[in-house]
């Protein structure tokens, strides 16, 4: 006789916290499954954790009343279950959007698993599943080696230890770290924390940090106020002046003149104002902000534009022409530096421990319960409702609900599911034993949706940010509830939706399955008039894209849409055919450039569309290979770059910046 073919372990999972939550007086662990053996304890540790990390529970003991010595063990009672949070139908609309930001990440698992048990919580009459219908996407990309090291000791209070290179001089330290908060800006992560040898609050960008994370596992701290988390100034990368990163904020208004139209036209799709026109020139006015990037704005136009006032961002433009036309005039020396290069495969020659996200079998157990939790909860569901609220096929729910039925003899099923042929719905029916307990989010799941919800809720113009502050909140406190903690060890951040009545005209064009006509400026300044067929508005952490249909799936930068309408007689036949997705990256195939960057300005072209890994100098600075579709683009690159970068070869795109460069001198020197 064959031995019995041992069940898969999605089974299992799912198996035990079904007998755990239908338990009143609880379970001893050979219920559980698990023999009073050491394979039997093993096997209780691995129950234990996938309790934890997958379905947010945590085992509590009661004595056993038929044995006195020994223990029954229920599932202890946390603030993140679902029940307790209270998510309203809004808020599970935000969740679906701050669950989609770590779609590229190796996270995602763990957000995709909190947004099913999401899922879980019953409908309210007439209303849409949560995640679906949703004209917006999120995406942070992919977090640096070191995000789960230090998010791990950001959580539980440890000092970490690495080797950190400094922008700014490219001198490599050890760094030890009371580590309080990670955060995302403009698609990289950065950590604040207690440098424990200056007793000074720094900022530090993991792909910075050179060696792997060691954490001091006896070295706790304790964990700073929200009012000193709330103050951190966090800043911009731009010019140094302390050796930090240091926000610096000007709140004067910088005038300029755009020399051409086109150039008119990019310069009000980041917020310039037009004052006044005369023939083909055009005055603009706009505040200043952190001069460091208005200066880089302004220096990549070169001679199409002249900074009229103040004085001071007039000399900050004109230092990068200078030290442009410096560093590329005649054959560059830099090649000689190649020599003592290192590959820095991904931004970092470390090696600390990948994401691994939660396995697929785990995914699979928490699935099937919110499935069986969600009809539990709605009474009844149709099936084509039950197939979308999940994302499945009908066919998956037929295998899915055959799944549910099956979990148990006849005699000790906690409930049953009937379909309705008549009504092509499933009906829950209860037993004695039926489920007493839904879905709870771990605290990795939590404080991933929670740090999605804060950046979702700063767009203060998207019908999502009221219900995506009050789920970040209930999040907050239920976190700290949990584990005395007064804030979410990440937080991150969107790009502002520009125009929000041209974003309200895209929306309403995506919901209704309608053509728009969008007036559009290109890179080049060019504006035409297009009719497409919007899909869906996403965020690469840099600018805002509309997905759209015209000949072919297109890709338009929403801040440089200055028009939109909808046009109801022409819906899109298109609609669901494609999902949106981050722009392709440059064709291959496409010419490339190797540029030189020096430390400070590193930050700048790290998000580039990089051909391969980056080299890092003795010095810190770093050669990359840029894919080039359009040489104007590398020239105003290097142009604000000005003395930090140059373009190493090909030498006519090299003599190009030159003669950028010398223009634009010689038209600044002829007007003053």
């Not at 010019?239 to 009000?268: M, Y």
């Not at 804060?454 to 239920?478: H, Y």
Request: charged residues 25%; negative net charge; contains cysteine.
């Amino acid at each position: 006789m064959s031995a019995a073919k041992p069940k898969p372990a999605w089974q299992r999972e799912l198996e035990m916290v079904m007998a755990l939550v239908t338990a009143e007086r609880g379970l001893t662990r050979e219920q559980l499954g698990c023999p009073d053996n050491e394979s039997g304890r093993r096997t209780f540790e691995r129950h234990k954790k996938a309790l934890r990390e997958d379905f947010g529970f945590d085992l509590v003991t009661v004595p056993d009343p038929e044995f006195p010595g020994r223990v029954r063990y229920l599932l202890g009672i946390t603030p993140l279950s679902l029940g307790k949070l209270d998510f309203t139908f809004e808020e599970q609309l935000a969740i679906a959007l701050a669950s989609s930001a770590w779609r590229s990440s190796p996270l995602r698992r763990d957000a995709n698993t909190a947004l099913t048990k999401v899922r879980s919580l019953g409908l309210y009459a007439g209303e849409t599943p949560a995640g679906q219908g949703m004209s917006l996407t999120l995406d942070i990309g992919r977090p640096d080696t070191h995000f789960g090291d230090l998010l791990d000791a950001v959580e539980n209070g440890l000092e970490v230890s690495f080797d950190y290179q400094t922008a700014y001089n490219g001198r490599t330290t050890e760094r030890t770290v009371q580590p309080w908060q990670l955060r995302e800006w403009q698609g990289a992560w950065y950590l604040a924390g207690l440098d424990t040898d200056t007793n000074d609050v720094r900022i530090f960008r993991l792909s910075r940090i050179v060696s792997s994370v060691t954490t001091a596992k006896g070295r706790l701290f304790a964990r700073p106020s929200l009012e000193l988390l709330s103050n951190i100034q966090w800043g911009l990368p731009g010019e140094p002046t302390d050796g930090r990163h240091t926000q610096v904020d000007d709140d004067r208004n910088a005038v300029v003149a755009a020399k051409s139209p086109n150039t008119a036209r990019l310069l009000q799709t980041t917020g310039w104002k037009v004052q006044s026109q005369n023939g083909e020139a055009t005055t603009l006015v706009r505040r200043i902000g952190n001069p460091a990037m208005a200066a880089n704005e302004l220096a990549s136009h070169g001679s199409s534009v002249e900074i009229i006032e103040p004085e001071e961002l007039r000399d900050r433009v004109e230092s990068r022409w200078c030290g442009a036309l410096v560093n590329h005039t005649g054959s560059s020396t830099r090649r000689r530096g190649l020599a003592k290069a290192t590959p820095d495969p991904g931004g970092t020659g470390s090696r600390s421990r990948p994401l691994a996200g939660r396995p697929a079998h785990a995914i699979k157990a928490v699935h099937l319960f919110a499935m069986a939790c969600f009809i539990r909860n709605s009474g009844y569901v149709p099936i084509d409702a039950l197939a979308a609220r999940f994302n499945i096929s009908r066919a998956q729910v037929d295998d899915d609900l055959g799944t549910l039925n099956n979990l148990y003899p006849d005699w000790d099923a906690p409930f049953w599911l009937e379909t309705d042929t008549d009504r092509d719905e499933v009906v829950w029916h209860d037993t004695e034993s039926s489920l007493k307990r839904g879905p709870a989010l771990s605290s990795t799941q939590a404080v991933l949706l929670a740090a999605a919800l804060d950046g979702l809720a700063d767009q203060t113009d998207t019908p999502e940010s009221q219900a995506a502050r009050s789920a970040g909140e209930k999040l907050r406190r239920a976190l700290g509830e949990g584990k005395g903690r007064l804030t979410v060890p990440m937080t991150m951040s969107y790009p502002t939706l520009p125009n929000p009545d041209i974003v309200s005209t895209i929306r309403q064009a995506i919901t209704d399955a309608a053509n728009i006509e969008i007036s559009y400026v290109n890179a080049h300044g060019d504006q035409t008039r297009r009719v497409v067929e919007p899909m869906q508005l996403f965020t690469n952490q840099q600018s805002w894209y509309l997905t759209a249909w015209e000949d072919r799936t297109m890709y338009f930068r929403v801040d440089r849409i200055v028009e939109a309408s909808v046009l109801p007689s022409q819906k899109s036949s298109r609609h669901d055919e494609t999902k949106a997705h981050l722009p392709a990256r440059v064709a291959k195939g496409t010419p490339t450039a190797t540029v030189w960057v020096a430390p400070p300005a590193r930050w700048r072209v790290e998000s580039l569309d990089i051909h391969d890994d980056p080299t890092v100098l003795d010095d810190g600075s770093m050669l990359v290979r840029l894919r080039v579709a359009d040489p104007s683009w590398l020239t105003g690159l290097a142009l604000s770059l000005g003395p930090m970068g140059e373009v190493i070869e090909p030498p006519e795109l090299r003599q190009r910046v030159a003669d950028a460069a010398r223009d634009a001198l010689g038209d600044s020197s002829q007007e003053n």
